[in-house]
């Protein structure tokens, strides 16, 4: 399988904001492009990568801004606490991009960037993108997010602080709290964090500025939102009214058993028993 390391040109307020990615897969196969949660990176996605390229996709796996190996945030996102809005942009250049010489592309995306993926979606529109996965999205409740901006910022931070200072220590935990994931995750996890810009981490905001619900409400390409039944989930029982209540027949969500945030990570097998049959049906 062939696999190459490239940098996308997105000139977004300076010309230097290129997004580092992954290609992997066939050159002819139906493009997907993907992305991960806060303090994550591209690495993080390894196990869905092989798994998604196998089946003959080409998978574009990206390291969203201020993460991995792409540029860190502008002062100007910080000041504005925009971050997550300057994720949105510099994907959407990269998505268009990429979709003018592809065709229309599938997007997944996790937590953050789950959230980040159903904007781009949303705002390039249906004759670029094809369909989207959006694995427990950070599509939080005012109590979520209020919770996330006051221990958020710092819990992370010394997540950080702790995964500089001992890392081995970190990937030990990290394994033994999540012995079902493969073992190779607690690593990646704690290199994903050492290398995830601290101020994004110190602003505590990991949802775009547009409301969830307009996002969810305005979507035109068919969307699975995928979730769990405990209670590690982000997209709980309110979210999930509301999407009843939205009404967008576009917009489908699958629930996995005995998940936490990680849905792909805890149960591999039941993400891609709904994810495979989706793409199947809405990418080709």
């Known amino acids: 399988m062939d696999t190459t390391r490239s940098a996308a040109s997105v000139g977004l307020l300076s010309s230097d904001r290129r997004l580092s990615y992954t290609v992997t897969g066939p050159a002819a196969g139906p493009t997907l492009v993907t992305v991960h949660g806060v303090t994550g990176s591209s690495a993080a996605l390894h196990g869905q990568t092989v798994h998604l390229a196998a089946a003959g996709y080409r998978v574009i796996t990206v390291d969203l801004l201020g993460h991995g190996s792409s540029p860190r945030f502008s002062a100007d996102d910080l000041k504005r606490a925009a971050a997550p809005d300057a994720a949105v942009d510099t994907m ?3 998505v268009e991009e990429i979709a003018a010489s592809h065709g229309p592309v599938g997007l997944i995306g996790h937590s953050m960037g789950g959230a980040v993926m159903a904007e781009v979606a949303v705002r390039v ?11 427990d999205p950070a599509w939080l409740t005012e109590e979520q997010a209020d919770g996330y901006r006051e221990r958020g910022p710092r819990g992370a931070s010394d997540d950080l602080v702790r995964a500089r200072r001992d890392p081995g220590a970190v990937v030990k935990e990290l394994f033994e709290q999540r012995p079902q994931r493969a073992p190779e995750d607690a690593v990646v996890s704690v290199l994903s964090w050492m290398r995830t810009d601290p101020e994004l981490v110190r602003l505590g905001q990991v949802a775009p500025s547009t409301p969830w619900q307009d996002v969810a409400a305005a979507l035109k390409v068919p969307t699975m939102v995928i979730t769990s039944d405990t209670s590690e989930v982000l997209v709980g029982a309110d979210q999930r009214r509301e999407l009843e209540v939205i009404g967008n027949e576009l917009v489908e969500v699958a629930e996995v058993p005995n998940a936490g945030h990680g849905v792909r990570q805890d149960q591999p097998e039941g993400f891609f028993a709904v994810v495979d049959p989706f793409l199947a049906e809405h990418l080709r």
Do not use: F, Q
């Open 92 to 94: 959407i250049d990269l």
């Open 125 to 135: 529109g249906p004759e670029k993108v094809a369909c989207a996965v959006l694995e």
